[in-house]
């Protein structure tokens, strides 16, 4: 079947009780069982849920994956990943991540006895020259803020010379526009609340497997740590899932516009997004995806400058997140990447005058007005 269709359809078969077409929101704690060891393949909701289940197979199938589970929220299913390395192992992490991400390996995985090395994994054979030893190797593309590109084919190489596992941070792009299964990542990771979902009303997040042992042992985590998704969440996603092959080449759309926009604003020192010619990566990315994506990132110079543009913003939203029908602007320096210190910010290149936008689905032009009467305050 075509993507949309499988956005439409797969996992979500017509109530087989009443015919419903729409996957029913299953809101209850356990099921009733016929005797010691008879049921219906339900037990208690927190080992299974029908709504969950059809948004895991939905998720599955969109991926091109062997099986997909959900979690709490996308730090959760980062969590129940990493639960696959072990004590004395080692994790590499390319450097530029998001901040929840780098503060779960620095502040906690640490205390589990696991060693984090980040090292730029935007070039793939200097990181197979230095990074020794490793059981995981946990990346974004492009990363978050800087859009830096990394080859996942190149990287799956590495991971496979050294027995490791290769973990692809998909939230940017979407299945829509990449499948890192496919290029031969071994699990792709997805923040639900972002572009799948799409409506900035649910919170979740979701691991999607390529192999049989990584799904025997993430569905043996989900019920056994037990941060499983709601049900009410899960309908959620499902329903914003219905219109993910149409939101997205809109969200696209305004973003080149934007991003193109940007530019052109003699008080932005950079812009940074993969669609440019002159993007480092710019030509991998294009072999490794269909399209470039709404997320930007533009630097105003300073703290103050940032500061004055986003406070005058008006039909752009100041807040965390992303992936959104409505656009998002938001600062990583105090928001997204704050776990960072300062001196790992400037290492990085993510100034305090840095600005992200996650580009929404409104008209361009209205957005391109809202932008520019705030840049009147830089």
């Avoid at 129940?80 to 503060?103: E, F, P, W």
Wanted: glycine fraction near 10%; include cysteine; proline fraction near 3%.
């Amino acid at each position: 079947m075509g993507f949309a269709t499988e956005c439409i359809h797969a996992g979500q078969e017509p109530d087989p009780t009443t015919g419903a077409i729409t996957i029913p929101i299953y809101q209850t704690s356990t099921y009733v069982q016929q005797g010691i060891g008879e049921h219906k393949g339900y037990e208690y909701a927190r080992t299974q849920n029908p709504t969950r289940r059809a948004l895991e197979r939905n998720l599955a199938a969109l991926e091109g994956g062997a099986d997909a589970y959900c979690y709490a929220s996308g730090m959760a299913a980062t969590n129940a990943v990493l639960s696959l390395v072990k004590a004395g192992q080692r994790i590499v992490v390319s450097d530029n991540v998001y901040g929840g991400t780098h503060r779960l390996f620095t502040k906690l995985l640490s205390r589990a006895g696991v060693d984090s090395a980040f090292i730029d994994a935007s070039d793939a054979a200097a990181l197979d020259r230095s990074a020794g030893d490793f059981a995981l190797l946990w990346i974004e593309t492009p990363t978050n803020p800087l859009m830096k590109i990394c080859d996942i084919r190149a990287l799956s190489g590495v991971a496979q010379r050294r027995g490791a596992i290769l973990v692809v941070d998909n939230t940017f792009m979407s299945p829509f526009f990449q499948r890192p299964l496919g290029l031969g990542a071994d699990i792709v990771v997805h923040s639900t609340t972002k572009f799948l979902n799409g409506h900035s009303d649910s919170v979740g997040g979701v691991a999607v497997v390529r192999h049989a042992a990584h799904a025997e042992w993430l569905r043996y985590v989900q019920n056994a740590a037990g941060a499983i998704l709601s049900p009410f969440d899960a309908w959620l996603v499902l329903r914003g899932i219905k219109t993910l092959a149409l939101r997205m080449p809109r969200h696209e759309e305004n973003g080149r516009a934007l991003a193109h926009f940007l530019r052109e604003q003699t008080k932005v020192r950079r812009v940074y997004w993969p669609g440019f010619a002159d993007h480092p990566g710019h030509e991998l990315h294009l072999r490794q995806a269909t399209g470039c994506g709404s997320m930007i990132a533009f630097d105003l110079g300073d703290l103050e400058a940032a500061g004055r543009f986003l406070k005058r913003v008006k039909l752009c939203s100041l807040g965390e997140s992303l992936g959104s029908i409505e656009t998002l602007v938001s600062h990583p320096a105090t928001m997204t990447h704050a776990g960072y210190t300062q001196a790992e910010r400037d290492a990085l290149g993510i100034g305090n005058g840095m600005v992200r936008i996650s580009v929404g689905c409104e008209d361009a032009a209205d957005l391109m007005a809202d932008l520019k009467q705030a840049f009147e305050a830089v």
